[in-house]
């Protein structure tokens, strides 16, 4: 079993910046890829950034990219989320992610291949 525990949700205004964390409990993490998924209201939960902890690739949907940074500490078993330049349409429930790719055809964009989820963290951008 893998435990999630998001944290550093908050309110902020337009063009402010936050820093979200989940850490890792459980089991070893380096076959892992960890994604970071986002739930508002009335709309399906959707990707949002992933790090493959082994290697430390990453991956950024269109909409966040080039201001939110995805990055993992392997000593704290933590995984980040800075986002930065937010918007009011980034509002919503950040869900962390943990799916296990021993054998490497994880689609990390793909909710389903996601194994475990934490209980997820409020963001919510004032204009």
């Known amino acids: 079993q893998v435990q999630l525990v998001e944290s550093g949700g908050g309110l902020v205004q337009a063009g402010g910046s936050l820093r979200l964390s989940c850490a890792v409990s459980?089991?070893?993490?380096?076959?892992?890829?960890m994604g970071w998924f986002r739930q508002a209201p009335g709309k399906e939960r959707e990707f949002v950034a992933a790090?493959?902890?082994?290697?430390?690739?990453?991956y950024y949907a269109d909409s966040v990219k080039g201001r939110f940074t995805i990055s993992r500490d392997n000593a704290k078993n933590t995984v980040y989320l800075r986002m930065n330049s937010l918007k009011p349409r980034d509002t919503a429930v950040y869900y962390c992610?943990?799916?296990?790719?021993?054998?490497?055809?994880?689609?990390?964009?793909?909710?389903?291949?996601?194994?475990?989820w934490g209980q997820g963290t409020q963001v919510t951008v004032s204009s």
């Open positions: 459980g089991r070893t993490l380096s076959n892992y890829v």
């Open positions: 790090i493959r902890w082994s290697g430390g690739k990453t």
């Open positions: 992610g943990a799916a296990d790719d021993a054998i490497g055809l994880v689609i990390v964009t793909a909710l389903g291949a996601y194994d475990y």
